[in-house]
T-cell receptor, first 115, second 112 residues
Framework: GAGVSQSPRYKVAKRGQDVALRCDPISGHVSLFWYQQALGQGPEFLTYFQNEAQLDKSGLPSDRFFAERPEGSVSTLKIQRTQQEDSAVYLC?????????????FGPGTRLTVT | QKEVEQDPGPLSVPEGAIVSLNCTYSNSAFQYFMWYRQYSRKGPELLMYTYSSGNKEDGRFTAQVDKSSKYISLFIRDSQPSDSATYLCAKWSSFGGSRLTFGEGTQLTVNP
């Protein structure tokens, strides 16, 4: 079956531009997560949705980062006024239900480069 | 101190070798322990997870958790060049907001 998909796969933004990254989770998965992965590091948690509700946004690094999942399926991570330190791979993951969120399935990621 | 510590390597072994990958963790509240494999420019792929202590085997892969020493291991038998990837350990707790907490990954190369 179809896995988690993300678009675009690569994004180059000039410093100060706004970007929007899209995630399509596995159909029927209730939980959706965003992670940020710097080069040579493990993924770091950004935010978590259960259906359309954003239950945890404690990992978002600044108020320039905003995520939404308005209909409980597709999610968008938006970064305003991008900075060079935002350059990273942004990973989306989904799991079937909150009680089994130890089983998270990841998309291929969006590689963001801010110049 | 990071919650999950992992030796980043790199680790290079000949084909057919037994590979041992290890992590330590600091918070005993975590219940599940996972191993992910990540190929270059791909997303992490869940290999296996274990609950609490003990071993779990899946083909050439064995995951081991020792809660008394807070140690997590992944063993790969008869390693293949296709096993060359970065291996990430992670832990999860239902009390921790459902997020995964990752180590920094170990880069493995299996040479033919």
């Amino acid at each position: 079956g179809a896995g988690v998909s993300q678009s675009p796969r690569y994004k180059v933004a000039k410093r100060g531009q706004d970007v929007a990254l899209r995630c399509d989770p596995i159909s029927g998965h209730v939980s959706l997560f965003w992670y940020q992965q710097a080069l040579g590091q493990g993924p770091e948690f950004l935010t978590y949705f259960q259906n359309e509700a954003q239950l945890d946004k404690s990992g978002l690094p600044s108020d320039r980062f905003f995520a939404e999942r308005p209909e409980g399926s597709v999610s968008t991570l938006k970064i305003q006024r991008t900075q060079q330190e935002d350059s990273a791979v942004y990973l989306c993951a989904s799991s079937l239900n909150p009680g089994e969120a130890y089983e998270q399935y990841f998309g291929p990621g969006t590689r963001l480069t801010v110049t | 101190q990071k919650e999950v510590e992992q030796d980043p390597g790199p680790l290079s072994v000949p084909e057919g070798a037994i590979v041992s990958l290890n992590c330590t963790y600091s918070n005993s509240a975590f219940q599940y322990f996972m191993w992910y494999r990540q190929y270059s420019r791909k997303g992490p792929e869940l290999l296996m997870y274990t609950y609490s202590s003990g071993n779990k085997e899946d083909g050439r892969f064995t995951a081991q958790v020792d809660k008394s020493s807070k140690y997590i291991s992944l063993f790969i038998r008869d390693s293949q060049p296709s096993d060359s990837a970065t291996y990430l350990c992670a832990k999860w707790s239902s009390f921790g907001g459902s997020r995964l907490t990752f180590g920094e990954g170990t880069q493995l190369t299996v040479n033919p």
